[in-house]
Every structure is written in C-alpha cells, then in structure tokens.
C-alpha cells in the first residue's frame, strides 16, 4: 500500500510560482508514474503533469496548460515528487491531487488518463489571485 501526502498548496498572487510536494510512505518508487491532477468544483479532474521512470530512464508529461511555467521532478532521497509551477494564472486556481501506479507509461496520452493510477493524495488547494 502507498500512501501519497500532497503539499504546498496556498494563495499566490498572479504571475507568482508555487512548488507543490507530494510525499510517498509506505514503498519506495523504483519504477513507477507519478501525475498530478487538479479539479475545480463541478468538473472533471484533470491532468497536469506526470513523471515516469524504469531505472534510468525518465519520461516527463505535461497538459498544454502547464507547458512552459510548469516543471515536474524527483527527489529520491526523499522519495517524493515535486510540481513547480511558475507565471500562475487564475485559472490555474483548483485542488491538486497527486497520483500514483505501477504503470510505466510511455506517451502523453496513456500518462492522462486517471485510470492508470492506483494510488491518490487526499489534495492541496491552489488558489491564484487576479
């Protein structure tokens, strides 16, 4: 079982960055994917960024959305993922969630799809003022 913890959620003004966390216990990645998705009241969650990895190979994924002011990464030492997100906008203001599987996957669209992923974080609001 894992257990995923996100943080680093909080108010920023637009055009600030946030560096989101997202902390996992209970089994070491070795080979795996970890995306982020976020979800606004009333819609679907959606995809933000993943990264998968099997040994040394590493393969990165973004929605259009996150493209050039977002930067997914990991740290292993501290068996944990980061999300920094940079020039945000008001429209990125939604709940982040973390998500995890033992799925290697190896383009964009099999990375966005929620269903590949096993394990969930309980959430960290993002909130973006204009």
């Known amino acids: 079982q894992v257990q995923l913890v996100e943080s680093g959620g909080g108010l920023v003004q637009a055009g600030g960055s946030l560096k989101l966390s997202c902390a996992a216990s209970?089994?070491?990645?070795?080979?795996?994917?970890v995306g982020w998705f976020r979800q606004v009241p009333g819609k679907d969650r959606v995809f933000v960024a993943a990264?998968?990895?099997?040994?040394?190979?590493?393969?990165?994924y973004y929605a259009d959305s996150g493209k050039g002011r977002f930067t997914i990464s990991r740290d292993n030492a501290k068996n944990t993922v980061l999300l920094q997100m940079n020039s945000l906008k008001p429209e990125d203001t939604a709940v982040y969630y973390c998500?995890?599987?033992?799925?290697?996957?190896?383009?964009?669209?099999?990375?966005?799809?929620?269903?590949?992923?096993?394990?969930w974080g309980q959430g960290t609001q993002v909130t973006v003022a204009s």
């Open positions: 998500a995890a599987g033992e799925t290697v996957f190896l383009t964009t669209v099999q990375a966005m799809g929620s269903t590949g992923y096993r394990y």
């Open positions: 209970g089994r070491t990645f070795r080979s795996y994917t």
């Open positions: 990264i998968s990895w099997s040994g040394d190979t590493t393969y990165l």
